[in-house]
């Protein structure tokens, strides 16, 4: 089955500066590459995604990036605010039923 | 933010009893999936359901049975609780045909005594 590695697990930041989560994944089939925020009691929610057609897909101050060659792939924040701050979770999409697989997640703390 | 509740929200139960957790969505999507989540691992999938009655296992679902009857429940249910199913768990919804995205529902914190 597909395996995701995340890095780091901890990542701190001070705000306006960028951030950068890494994650690699070994089926070579996955297709969807999406990110989640999660915050301190609440589920995770999609902030942006990309498909294996595609090599780099932007949204404001959110960025992800995909190597498909080295199966791996990216997020990143430029200018982090303190409200950034989360854990973040990428995760690999393959099978019928498009079941994700999840990283082991990345605490992001930006400082004021 | 995507229809999707789960009750109960929080649930303390004692070793050997049955759990039955619930996903409701609103949105009529063919897809409904249970994660767990535990401290180190991430999201790991439980159980999925790709349309009424039609369900499959995922990594983790020693211990674990669902059922869907209608489009928008799902149910997961923990036939005897053991400590190990100590967790958060999470509803997901998919509206499949071709998109991927997946939406979360807020969670249920389960605690087994």
């Known amino acids: 089955g597909e395996n995701v590695e995340q890095h780091p697990s901890t990542l701190s930041v001070q705000e306006g500066d960028s951030a950068v989560i890494k994650c690699t994944y070994s089926d070579s089939a996955s297709n969807y590459f999406p990110w989640y925020k999660q915050e301190l009691g609440k589920g995770p929610q999609l902030i942006i995604d990309?498909?294996?057609?595609?090599g780099e897909k932007k949204d404001q101050r959110i960025a992800v990036t995909l190597n498909k060659t080295a199966k791996h792939f990216s997020l990143h924040i430029t200018e982090t605010q303190p409200e950034d701050s989360a854990v973040y979770f990428c995760a690999a999409s393959s099978g019928s039923a498009r079941q994700l697989t999840f990283g082991s997640g990345t605490q992001l703390t930006v400082l004021p | 933010d995507a229809g999707i509740t789960q009750s109960p929200r929080h649930k303390v139960t004692e070793t050997g009893t049955p759990v039955t957790l619930r996903c409701h969505q609103t949105e009529n999507h063919r897809y409904m999936y249970w994660y767990r989540q535990d401290p180190g691992h991430g999201l790991r999938l439980i159980h999925y359901s790709y349309g009424v009655k039609d369900t499959d296992k995922g990594e983790v679902s020693d211990g674990y049975s669902v059922s869907r009857s209608k489009t928008e429940d799902f149910l997961l249910t923990l036939e005897s609780a053991t400590s190990s199913q100590t967790s958060v768990y999470f509803c997901a919804i998919s509206e499949g045909t071709g998109q991927d995205e997946q939406f979360f529902g807020p969670g249920t914190r389960l605690t087994v005594l």
């Open positions: 990309i498909r294996s057609n595609v």
